[in-house]
């Protein structure tokens, strides 16, 4: 997608007024030439255990020293984008998203990084799944590089399942999965019968609410970019994962983000859990959760469309700011390449993996051994998703669980604030879509005039 100068400057604008602030310092050199990394990372568990595990790279490059910032989504994304943006020199290394790589490798913000991939043997890009690979391609290079990849598919305790006397089904609809939800509500006491996002954010609860638009037919704008968030599909689908979450879902929805959903049914208080794939890096180790081993897993539910997931990748980019490109790139390389997968293997068990970026860890049999139950639906819910196919309509735009054009940020968050105060009952379903209509078509306006 071509972003248009005139995009770019509202782009710039949409970080003014949405951030503030940034913390740490980006790459500096010692008296005794030791170059110092800070490293803006998401507060993941699959990111906290390369934290843990960096001794190895620091041993094996003994004139780089690393500094992590590791904050929770909603922050990581409003520090590093502040910090890229305005050019300053905060972060040497960024944890980005295929949302942001295409825009800022456009803008210039950050290295295109096949150069680097290219004279760096055995690195393999080759190896990560194609769909990851062109999400994070500009002109055919690539810009960041996947840590972990994901679709999004629904977990569920087969246990209660079998306790409840309910089966799920092969490919399950969203109307079954509300009235298994129904169904499982209690069947242990402090069970829900469903955990999903509520928490405002436009990486939040937007990234289950729009997969779940997209299939019930919604979208955003129609292909003048006229705002749609009042049309009778848009209405349907945010009065389905409203009424859904309320009624069925866990307590305090609306201050649950993926973090605490993945909490919540690790922890076994939610029969079911629809969310990113990654979450199985969690559930299936025996030291997180006390659910592992008793999950089955089930493609993303459907409505009027065939596939109903997302596609998204956590991804390592350098900002065109840092001093120290080179050393930045060797931690880019030592954090996702082929032999990071067995380390994280080795320390803490094949479970623990980055989940969905290599093919190769596909093939591995001791994976092979521990994803039975999700591998595949994993796979193929990342293969089959399509950025610019995502509903039963055409739209102007890019993108499932988001909108990838820059405004989305500010518009995103938006909207998200307003079904947010919807799950909390602070605001009717009606009232939240009212709001985010204006808020819709402020942004839909501008692109009309961009496009005359």
């Known amino acids: 997608m071509h972003i248009t100068p005139v995009t770019r400057a509202t782009a710039l604008g949409t970080v003014g007024l949405l951030l503030t602030g940034c913390a740490g310092a980006g790459a500096t050199a010692s008296d005794d030439g030791t170059a110092h990394l800070t490293v803006a990372i998401v507060s993941n568990p699959q990111m906290q255990d390369a934290i843990s595990l960096q001794e190895q790279f620091l041993a094996e490059h003994p004139g780089v020293e690393v500094d992590f910032v590791s904050l929770p989504e909603n922050e990581a994304r409003a520090k590093i984008t502040i910090s890229v943006s305005t050019g300053a020199d905060a972060f040497d290394v960024v944890m980005i998203s295929n949302y942001e790589t295409r825009q800022w490798a456009e803008y210039g913000w950050i290295e295109n990084l096949q150069p680097f991939m290219d004279e760096s043997e ?70 829900s019968g469903i955990c999903m996002r509520g928490l405002a954010g436009w990486g939040e609860i937007l990234s ?77 180790d025996a030291d997180a959760s006390v659910v592992a081993g008793l999950n089955g897993y089930a493609p ?60 190769s860890t596909f093939e591995v049999p001791e994976y092979q051994e521990v994803s039975e139950a999700y591998a595949e639906p994993m796979l193929e819910g990342i293969r089959r998703a399509d950025p610019e196919d995502p509903g039963t309509r055409p739209v102007p735009y890019e993108g499932i669980g988001f909108l990838a054009i820059p405004e989305f940020q500010d518009l995103g968050t938006r909207v998200s604030q307003q079904l947010s105060a919807a799950v909390a009952g602070q605001i009717t379903v009606e009232e939240a879509l009212e709001q985010s209509q204006e808020y819709a078509e402020t942004v839909g306006e501008a692109y009309k005039e961009d496009d005359r």
């Open 122 to 191: 055995g690195y393999d890009q080759e190896d990560f799944i194609p769909s990851l690979r062109e999400s994070l391609s500009h002109e055919g290079d690539m810009y960041s590089v996947p840590f972990y990849g994901e679709s999004s598919f629904v977990a569920y305790r087969e246990d209660l399942f079998e306790k409840a006397g309910v089966e799920m089904p092969e490919n399950p609809t969203w109307e079954e999965v509300a009235d298994l939800a129904a169904e499982l509500d209690g069947v242990e006491p402090g069970v």
């Open 208 to 284: 289950p609410f729009n997969s779940l638009l997209n299939t019930f037919g919604g979208r955003w704008y129609d292909e003048d970019w006229n705002a749609e968030l009042d049309s009778p599909e848009f209405r349907r689908a945010a009065e389905f994962y409203v009424d859904l979450v309320r009624e069925h879902g866990q307590p305090g929805a609306a201050n649950s983000g993926f973090g605490d959903c993945l909490n919540h049914y690790a922890q076994g208080r939610a029969a079911m859990f629809y969310d990113a794939t990654a979450m199985v890096s969690t559930l299936e």
């Open 300 to 359: 993303a539910p459907v409505a009027e469309t065939d596939y109903g997931g997302w596609l998204y990748t956590w991804s390592l980019a350098i900002p065109s700011t840092s001093d120290n490109k080179e050393e930045a790139w060797e931690f880019l390389e030592w954090m996702t390449n082929k032999e990071y997968v067995r380390t994280v293997a080795e320390e803490y068990g094949w479970e623990r993996v980055p989940p969905g970026n290599r093919l």
